[in-house]
C-alpha cells in the first residue's frame, strides 16, 4: 500500500546522502571554514565537495593573511561540481570580497535549470569578522 511505498522511499533516501556543495575560505589551522564544514558534513552523513574561495594562514592565534582565489577559478571549481557531481545543498561561508559573493551568486543561477532552483537548498553563513578581530570580507 500507499504507507509501504513511504517508508520504502524514506529508507532509501537515507541510504544515498545528501550532497552538499561548500564555497568558503580554507582555515589552515583546521578549526574554522572548509575543513569545518566537512567535518560536519561527514559527521552528519553527508557528502562534501567544495570550491575553495580564498586562502587563510591562521591558528588559534588568530588570521595572519587572507589570499581571494582569483573569480574565475572560483566559478570553475563550481561548474566543475555543479555539471558532474551535482549539489542538494549549497553552504557558503568566508567569501573574501563582493566581488567573489556576486560571482557565487551568479554561478548559483547558472549551475541548475530552472525547474531546480527551488530544489535546491541554500545555507548563507556570512563570515565576515574572525573571532579574533581579523576582517574577513573586503568590499
Known sequence: G???LGQ??????RLVPP???IVAGSDS??????QADMKACA???????????????????GVQGIFPIPIEFVQQQMRSVLD?????VVKTGMLATSE???AVAASLRAGCGEG?????CLVLDPVMVSTSGHVLLHE
Open 2 to 4: 500507499g504507507c509501504d
Open 8 to 13: 520504502r522511499l524514506l529508507r532509501a533516501a
Open 19 to 21: 550532497r552538499v556543495l
Open 29 to 34: 589551522g583546521g578549526g574554522a571554514g572548509i
Open 43 to 61: 559527521a552528519l552523513g553527508a557528502f562534501s565537495t567544495t570550491a575553495i574561495a580564498a586562502l587563510t594562514a591562521q591558528n588559534s592565534q
Open 84 to 88: 558532474d557531481l551535482g549539489t542538494d
Open 100 to 102: 567573489i559573493v556576486l
Open 116 to 120: 531546480e532552483l527551488w530544489r535546491r
